[in-house]
């Protein structure tokens, strides 16, 4: 081979490398067509296509619009939702949870959705419950998410094993703990329940507390947390009495995948998690397994709010309308009746309450049948603090893994996710006055 | 009982059974990755047993790593390319010149390995912007290629230095120039140093997550790390598809191991420990 054809070679492989790798161009209006552009908080192969279904069936109805998807997964969609903010490059809609209101609307990020829910045919649609958590959630200013499916924490059990050993499915915290004793097998590798020592145990155990507590606010009104309460205390100190009694000597560190895989894998009869794993612990197990919601303690019972998902406009979007025309879309009956069905999530649209899928769905019509009670006592959490995930999170995650491990009390624990969070509180509304 | 059993027993002791504990703490995690990609969801068999390649099918075709794929591959080639074509352009001249200011450009260089991405991310992703190459492969070439390239060229002018100058003295008075000198005597004998540089290049791209998680929206666009990360939601996990893309994650880097693990010893030894 002569060099000039080595050199052409070169420079053609070198070309096709260069095309390989272009850009592959940005949305834009064009032929009278507007494109928005859709980030999906929580990306995977079981949402992604439900949304790709969506999509297309909303441009077919909207055949001037085109939906731009762009999946982001949830453990990096903050860090995706600040630097586009940061960088001012924010798409048009996107998936936003209660737990992230906070930060986005303190960095002026989202557009208020009041006037614009208020003239929309979805008004007196969505369920009020859920209006109020993302109302909360953005700390009282406004509505800058639409909700559109809502969560509670949940107990998957064994069926067929509280079957075999004559028990049923517990009522009270007491009744769990027995439960628990019963069905612990170490010689067999079987433990009753698993407690969550790894990420997300600050939440996880603050909802077991208040749902055995009855406190109905995490706050008195002298401003001073509750989460250090007595009845909130002795239910901390029977959780972390149950670690390596009835649960795994691994709880100390593991978070929600490793507990649902105990459980799936056969060796834990219980798990603390929410409608999120519906699908997952379904498809494992089956009819073998059922679920309850969090036991009642001596004083009733609280649900601490799970985070609610929806969908929120973002300020520098030039495209507003059409963007709003996609969220209503996904938050129309039918729309959001076949994404929560998919998902396992409770429906923020309430006419699809009516759905059968949801009138003989058990534990998903439960659950959103004790979110939307009048009566029920819904605690929430204050996700508006600025500080809110340093003090559930960064700091009491590790305390938690001390109790669990006998190196602190139950009450040092508490008080000192109390304290920080009267403190939190104060600073926030000195701030706010 | 003759003299060699204690000896031999002594061995296996102080020798193979450290290494054999250590080889179980290394492949354990290869063989749970294995397990759970190769067996049915819901089992809990602790042998990939029956078969199944469904968890590949769902990753492969159904979660688009076939197309996460090519386009990691295409990253890290480029990256490669480039990281190791400057670092031998720079990492000869820091060996062979002198220049006012030399010491101060190693320390610079240096010091560059001290700043993590993720602090570089907003200004990069402003340069990007400016430059229309958010949303593009190029803009994680070009990040992957920067962020290497200053330990890459300390490593390249390690080599550089071990080859004897006088080679390279007695080809240019046989009448080459400097370039053709280089390229005819000194890249030859550079070839660990290139294979050391190439593949750290390489792998570094290849597992890069944070630049393509955040410069790149289009999931056409999108690299394995990113996609493996798509398999565990904020309340779901699925085990079948994790294991699955790990193993597609770990075949290319294993792969580059076993060809260039000579090289790299061999590499590693020359440029780090007596550059």
């Known amino acids: ?433 | 009982m003759t003299a060699a059993a204690p000896r031999a027993t002594g061995r296996v002791l102080r020798l193979f059974l450290p290494l054999a504990l250590y080889l179980v703490f290394t492949v354990v995690p290869f063989y749970w990755m294995l397990l759970f990609a190769l067996r049915p969801a819901g089992s809990t068999s602790l042998l990939p047993w029956p078969l199944t390649f469904e968890h590949f099918d769902t990753v492969w075709n159904g979660m688009g790593f076939r197309v996460y794929f090519q386009n990691s591959v295409w990253i890290a080639l480029l990256t490669l390319v480039f990281v190791t074509f400057f670092a031998l352009m720079g990492g000869y001249a820091l060996a062979r010149f002198k220049f006012r200011g030399q010491r101060a450009f190693l320390l610079a260089l240096l010091c560059t390995q001290f700043v993590p991405g993720a602090m570089m991310l907003i200004p990069l992703f402003n340069i990007f912007q400016t430059f229309d190459l958010i949303n593009s492969r190029w803009s994680l070439i070009i990040a992957e290629t920067t962020f290497q390239l200053p330990l890459a060229m300390i490593l390249m002018s390690g080599f550089v230095r071990n080859v004897p100058v006088e080679l390279e003295e007695s080809a240019m008075m046989d009448g080459c120039g400097r370039i053709r000198a280089f390229l005819a005597v000194v890249l030859p004998l550079l070839r660990p140093g290139i294979v050391a540089v190439g593949s750290f290049a390489f792998i570094g791209s290849w597992n890069n997550f944070l630049f393509a998680l955040m410069f790149l929206n289009d999931p056409e666009l999108q690299t394995v790390p990113v996609g493996l990360q798509t398999t565990i939601g904020e309340n779901t996990v699925d085990f079948g598809a994790l294991a699955a893309g790990g193993v597609v994650a770990a075949v290319p880097v294993v792969l580059v191991f076993a060809f260039v693990q000579k090289y790299l010893v061999q590499g590693m030894s020359t440029g780090a420990v007596k550059g």
């Open chain 1, 1 to 433: 081979m002569s060099r000039t054809l080595r050199t052409t070679a070169a420079a053609l492989a070198a070309l096709g490398l260069l095309t390989a790798c272009g850009s592959s161009g940005s949305s834009s209006d064009s032929g009278g067509k507007t494109t928005i552009t859709f980030w999906d908080n929580n990306a995977g192969p079981a949402r992604t296509p439900l949304y790709q279904k969506l999509i297309a069936d909303f441009e077919k109805a909207n055949p001037t619009i085109t939906v731009k998807y762009v999946g982001v997964t949830s453990a990096e969609v903050a860090e995706k939702y600040n630097t586009a903010i940061a960088s001012n490059s924010t798409p048009d809609v996107g998936g936003v949870t209660t737990a992230l209101l906070a930060s986005l609307t303190a960095q002026k990020a989202l557009d208020p959705l009041d006037e614009r829910y208020a003239k929309s045919a979805l008004n007196g649609k969505i369920a009020a419950n859920f209006l109020e958590i993302s109302k909360s959630a953005s700390g009282g200013k406004g509505l800058f998410q639409l909700p559109s499916s809502g969560n509670q924490d949940v107990i998957w059990y064994r069926a067929d094993k509280f079957k075999e050993a004559g028990l049923s499915a517990p009522k009270t915290w007491d009744e769990l703990f027995a439960a628990a004793a019963k069905l612990t097998d170490k010689g067999k590798n079987q433990y009753g329940f698993t407690i969550r020592g790894g990420a997300g145990s600050g939440f996880q155990v603050l909802s077991e507390a208040y749902a055995y507590s009855g406190l109905t606010t995490m706050f008195d009104a002298a401003g001073k947390s509750t989460v250090d309460d007595p009845k909130n205390v002795a239910l901390i100190e029977k959780i972390a009495a149950q670690y390596k009694a009835t649960t795994p000597e691994a709880d100390v560190s593991n978070a929600y995948p490793q507990m649902l895989a105990q459980f799936q894998a056969n060796q834990v009869m219980m798990v603390h998690h929410n409608l999120g794993s519906t699908r997952d612990v379904k498809t494992a197990l089956g009819d073998k397994v059922a679920g309850f919601l969090l036991p009642a303690g001596p004083d009733g019972t609280s649900v601490l709010a799970n985070p609610v998902d929806g969908f929120s406009l973002f300020k520098n979007s030039k495209h507003k309308d059409a963007a709003w025309k996609f969220v209503e879309f996904l938050d129309s009956h039918e729309a959001n009746s076949y994404w929560n069905q998919n998902v396992g999530q409770i429906p923020a649209n309430t006419e699809a309450y009516a759905d059968e899928w949801y009138t003989t769905s058990g534990i998903t019509k439960q659950a959103g049948d004790s979110l939307n009670s009048p009566t029920t006592k819904l605690v929430q959490p204050p996700v508006y603090l600025p500080q809110y995930s340093k003090i559930t999170k960064t700091d009491a995650e590790p305390n938690f893994q001390k109790v669990l491990l006998g190196k602190t009390s139950a009450a040092d624990f508490a008080k000192s996710v109390a304290d920080a969070f009267t403190k939190a509180q104060a600073d926030y509304q000195a701030k706010n006055k």
